[in-house]
Antibody
């Protein structure tokens, strides 16, 4: 079964850091780009960023709201994608979804992990 | 950056109605558009990609059309299980922006 499982969410103070993990199974992880999407409570979906597959250079793209604070990386040997979040703000509070990024859509979504930024 | 808008933010319709949801890009994106369905309390699900291609396993009452700046998602006959929020997403190049969503409710 194709599956994505996020972990690492929780309560963190403003200004601190948190790293989320996304563990993939059921497909050849290294063949795909991976993306992160977040959803603040009661709000819509917001694209956070993605990392291309190694075949496309493994490069990253980010939303303006997180650029310079968040970093996406991947470990293809472990089938894990990471989202390193630094200098967290209260407005980063959201459910964070990991997705498999095909060339034409996000076809597989994890169940999400909640990140709460509060003092 | 290209903005994606989805007016209106909510629709109240009856079971069996034909429902049309719109999505507009501030600049042309060819057919690089995806539609997602998010039922209350669940994760989003891919419905349509490349503006009009139905994702495997999605009921045929869903269809998509459009190109350039104007796109539509149509539900030919609304079923109770279609109560959800529907999002469009541009997929031509980063940023891969989502529309604000259209919430479909039963009248």
């Amino acid at each position: 079964e194709v599956q994505l499982v996020e972990s690492g969410g929780g309560l963190v103070q403003p200004g601190r850091s948190l790293r989320l993990s996304c563990t993939a199974s059921g497909f050849t992880f290294g063949d795909y780009a991976m993306s992160w999407v977040r959803q603040a409570p009661g709000k819509g979906l917001e694209w956070v960023g993605f990392i291309r597959s190694k075949a496309y250079g493994g490069t990253t793209e980010y939303a303006a709201s997180v650029k310079g604070r968040f970093t996406i990386s991947r470990d293809d040997s472990k089938s894990i994608a990471y989202l390193q979040m630094n200098s967290l703000k209260t407005e980063d509070t959201a459910v964070y979804y990991c997705t498999r990024a095909r060339r034409d859509a996000f076809d597989i979504w994890g169940q999400g992990t909640m990140v709460t930024v509060s003092s | 950056d290209i903005q994606m808008t989805q007016p209106p933010s909510s629709l109240s319709v009856s079971i069996g109605d034909r429902v049309t949801i719109t999505c507009r890009a501030s600049q042309g994106i060819s057919n690089s558009l995806a539609w997602y369905q998010q039922k209350p309390g669940t994760l989003p699900k891919l419905l349509i990609y490349a503006a009009s291609t139905l994702q495997s396993g999605v009921p045929s009452r869903f269809s998509g059309s459009g190109s350039g700046t104007d796109f539509t998602l149509t539900i030919s006959s609304l079923q109770p299980e279609d109560v959800a929020t529907y999002y469009c997403q541009k997929y031509d190049s980063a940023p891969l922006t989502f529309g604000g969503g259209t919430k479909v409710e039963i009248k």
